[in-house]
């Protein structure tokens, strides 16, 4: 069975910090692209982060400077932590995990981020 299972989502006052993990489990791992999207009520699910083949990885514009995407891969386990954070990252955060070769994707359940101004 395949599981995406996010975790570390909760509320934060602006400004602080927050850690997102997702835990992979009936994948092979290494042969995933893994990422962070994000969905805020009335908004369209958006690409916050991405960890391509090599360890390349790449954020958004929005939140460049603030936000990483990290791995670890003995654990499985895809990371984004979340710096000086808004009022306007509040949003569902999804972990994300695609094939690189036949496209087949998976996501996760969803871990609710809330930052209080």
């Known amino acids: 069975q395949v599981q995406l299972v996010e975790s570390g989502g909760g509320l934060v006052q602006a400004g602080g910090s927050l850690r997102l993990s997702c835990a992979a489990s009936g994948i092979i791992f290494s042969m995933y692209t893994m990422g962070w999207y994000r969905q805020a009520p009335g908004k369209q699910r958006e690409l916050v982060a991405v960890l391509a083949r090599g360890n390349r990885l790449s954020v958004a514009d929005s939140v460049k400077g603030r936000f990483t995407i990290s791995n670890d891969n003995a654990k499985k386990t895809v990371y984004l932590q979340m710096n000086s954070l808004k009022p306007e990252d509040t949003a569902v955060y999804y972990c994300?995990?695609?094939?690189?070769?036949?496209?087949?994707?998976?996501w996760g359940q969803g871990t609710q981020v809330t930052v209080s101004s």
């Open positions: 994300h995990a695609e094939h690189r070769i036949t496209g087949i994707d998976f």
